[in-house]
């Protein structure tokens, strides 16, 4: 029996015989002279020809290169697989940048602090902006305020104008009845002296 060494966690399922059966359909040029010997379509492989296939590659370097690169792009695909929501990114910081980023990570995994990073700074631009809604709502309830205020202060200047018109009608009334009240005992006078004179 041939025992081949596999990454950890790769069974031979249907999953990975697809994947293998991929992987080495695309190295076809390159792994076809380093297993001559094998009568076998890189296609149909079963996990018996597989092992074969890998113990064949383990006999020369440039074999063992096609191999290590197979099972490196396995544990690869898997690490993927296996990180639900992770996307791998691949992009270039300066050498500056860099250092710093190692200073802030200290023993931290870098994609961890950078996640870190980012994702401060989306909290404080969230916070920054419920705080900006916060004072939008509070501006709108102070200008109702206002505005309610101001109408009160117009009703109220309404009824003082009212109240003031009301006193002026009051007193010219006033002056009326004391005004009628004197002609009346002016008119009563003046009939007492037309009877005594009489």
């Known amino acids: 029996m041939i025992t081949v060494d596999t990454p950890?966690?790769?069974?031979?399922?249907?999953?990975?015989?697809?994947?293998?059966?991929?992987y080495l359909s695309s190295k076809a040029s390159t792994l076809l002279p380093l297993i001559k010997e094998m009568n076998v379509n890189i296609k149909e492989l079963d996990e018996a020809q597989f092992k074969q296939c890998c113990s064949l590659l383990e006999q020369t370097a440039e074999g063992r290169e096609l191999r290590n690169k197979m099972f490196k792009a396995w544990r690869s695909k898997k690490s993927r697989d296996s990180d639900n929501g992770k996307k791998l990114y691949t992009f270039n910081l300066s050498v500056k940048a860099g250092d710093q980023l190692k200073q802030v990570a200290k023993n931290q995994p870098l994609n961890q602090t950078l996640e870190q990073l980012i994702f401060?700074?989306?909290?404080?631009?969230?916070?920054?902006?419920?705080?900006?809604?916060?004072?939008?709502?509070?501006?709108?309830q102070l200008k109702e305020k206002?505005?309610?205020?101001?109408?009160?202060?117009?009703?109220?200047?309404?009824?003082?104008?009212?109240?003031?018109?009301?006193?002026?009608?009051?007193q010219v009334t006033e002056l009326a009845k004391l005004e009628k009240s004197k002609l009346i005992k002016q008119i009563l006078l003046l009939k007492r002296q037309l009877a005594q004179q009489d």
């Open 120 to 140: 401060a700074g989306k909290t404080k631009s969230d916070d920054l902006n419920k705080q900006l809604q916060q004072y939008k709502s509070e501006n709108k």
């Open 146 to 170: 206002v505005s309610s205020l101001t109408q009160t202060q117009s009703v109220t200047d309404d009824q003082d104008e009212i109240q003031q018109l009301i006193d002026k009608d009051m």
């Open 8 to 22: 950890a966690g790769f069974e031979w399922n249907q999953k990975n015989s697809q994947w293998v059966t991929n």
